[in-house]
C-alpha cells in the first residue's frame, strides 16, 4: 500500500547524500518533494502541513546544522514525525479486571468487522485468552452464518441465538452473551455489530445502545483502509456519534494510497491498535507506529520478522537442528530440507518477509515477481523421492531423476536443480553452525579464510623452512645447538634456561641491537 510513498521519500533522500552541509533552499526543495509525496498519498490536508511544519522547524535547527551528516539527520526527524502522525507508542488493549473483558466492534458495512472478528478471535487465542464471538449484526443477509464459519475457521467459540436476516434484538443478543460468557469461562467477548452503507441515525442509535447495554472495555472501529480521505470523514462521524478507544484498519494489503492510515490516528486523536493485511485469518497483528515508519522509509521491519519466526518455530526444533547441523553438513537431509521450508511457509507469503529485510525496497519488482508455487513444486519434488534418496541425495542419477520428475510433474532438469541447491544449501549451513556466515575473509569457520586454490598465498615474513631434506635437517640441528647454549648462559629476557624462555630466539634483524 505504500509502495508509491516510500519511492518517492527514497529519491527525496537521495538528492541529500553527499551533502557535507543543507542550505535553507536544499530543506525547503526536500520539505517540498516530502509534501508532494503525502498529498500524493492521499494524506489528509491537515496532516501533512503539520507534518511539514515540524520536519522543517527541526531541520533548520542545529539538530542538523551541527550534525556530522546531515541527510541522515534528516531522515531521522522524518523517521520520528512519521511515528508521531502514527500515533507514537504502540496501543495495546485494556482488559477488565474482572473477566469477561467486552471488545465491541464498530464501523461502515463493507469494512471487514466480522472478518476481522475471527481474526481478532484467533489472535486473542495465540495470546492465551479463550475468546467468544457474538453475532449481533442481525440485519444484513447471511451476517450470522458468517460470523459462525468464521468462528469454525479460527477455532473459537460463537453466540448466535438469533438467525439474523432482519430477525432479533441485537441489543438483547449483546446483553445475554456477556453472562453467556461468564458462565462458559469465556474470557474475551468481540461484538460484531451492524453496518451500514453511510453514516445514518438509525446506525449511530443501534450501535450506542449496544454501548449502553454492554459497557465494552474497547471500542474498536474497523475501517477500510482502501478507501481514502472518506475513511478519516466515517472515523470523526463515528467519534462524535458513538465514540471509539481505538482503530482497526483493514485490506492494508491493497494497492490504495495508504492515505487513511496516515492520517486518522492524527486526526482522531485515537490511535491505530490492530491491523489486518491479508486475507487469511493470520493476518493480522498488533500495529506498531515505529515499525511501520520503518517499513515507509525502507528500513525494513526486522522486529516483526523476528516475532513471526518466534511465533512458528519451536525453540526445542531449533536446537536439535543446530545440532545435527554441528555434526556435519551429512547430517542434514532432504527430509530437514523440506521440514525447515515448510516452516518458513508457515511465517507467511515469501514476498512479505522478504518485504520485512532493510534494503528490499530497491527490489520490489524480483520480490513481487516471485511466484510462491515454487515452494510447492520444490515439495512435490521431495515427497517424490525414496526415504533412501532423501537420506543420501548423491545416490539419485539419471534413471530415479527421471522417475521423480514424473511423479512430481516437472523435467527431470528441475529435479537436477533442487539437489544442487540443497547441497549449496546444506554446505552454507553447515558453516553456519561451526562459526558464522561463509565467505567472511580471517574469521574461524568462515569461507574466506579457508586457502584459496590457484592463487599465490602472501609470503610470511621470517624465516621459512628448507625443501630440502638435507638442508632442512642441518638446520634444525643449528636450532637446537642456539637454543642448548641460550639455557646455559640464561634464557630470553634474563630467565634462566628451562623457565619458559628457552625456546625464544631473536630474528636476524634485531641481533645486530643486542650488542
Known sequence: MFDTLSDRLAATFKNLRGKGRLSEADIDATAREIRIALLEADVALPVVRAFIKQVKERATGAEVSQALNPA?????????????????????????KQPPTVIMLAGLQGAGKTTLAGKLGRWLKGQGHAPLLVACDLQR?????????????????????????????????AEDSVEFARTKQHDVVIVDTAGRLGIDEELMRQAADIRDAVRPDEVLFVVDA???????????????????????????????????ALSIAHVTGRQIMFASNGEKLDDFDAFHPDRMASRILGMGDMLSLIEKAEQTFSQQEAEK??????????????????????????????????????????????INSLDERDVDRTAAIIKSMTPAERQDPNIINGSRRARIARGSGVEVSAVKNLVERFFDARKMMSKMAQGGMPGMPGMPGMGGGQKRKGKQQK???????????????AEEQAAAARREQAGQQGGAFGMPGGQGGQDFELPDEFKKFMG
Open 141 to 173: 443477509p447471511n451476517a450470522v452464518n458468517q460470523l459462525a464459519v468464521v468462528a469454525e475457521r479460527a477455532e473459537v467459540a460463537v453466540f448466535a441465538p438469533e438467525p439474523g436476516n432482519g430477525v432479533g434484538d441485537p441489543v438483547k443478543v
Open 321 to 366: 537442528m543446530a545440532a545435527k547441523l554441528a555434526k556435519g553438513p551429512k547430517e542434514f537431509t532432504l527430509d530437514d530440507f523440506l521440514a525447515q521450508m515448510e516452516q518458513v511457509r508457515k511465517m507467511g507469503s515469501i514476498s512479505k518477509l522478504l518485504g520485512m529485510l532493510p534494503g528490499m525496497g530497491q527490489m520490489k519488482e524480483q
Open 459 to 473: 609470503k610470511v615474513k621470517g624465516k621459512q623452512r628448507s625443501g630440502n631434506p638435507m638442508k632442512r635437517k
Open 72 to 96: 541522515q539527520q534528516v531522515i531521522k526527524i522524518v523517521n520520528e514525525e512519521l511515528i508521531g502522525i502514527l500515533g507514537g507508542e504502540t496501543r495495546r488493549l485494556r482488559f477488565a
Open 226 to 260: 482502501m478507501i481514502g480521505q472518506d475513511a478519516v470523514n466515517t472515523a470523526e462521524a463515528f467519534r462524535d456519534g458513538v465514540g471509539f478507544d481505538g482503530v482497526v484498519l483493514s485490506k492494508l494489503d491493497g494497492d490504495a494510497r495508504g492515505g487513511a
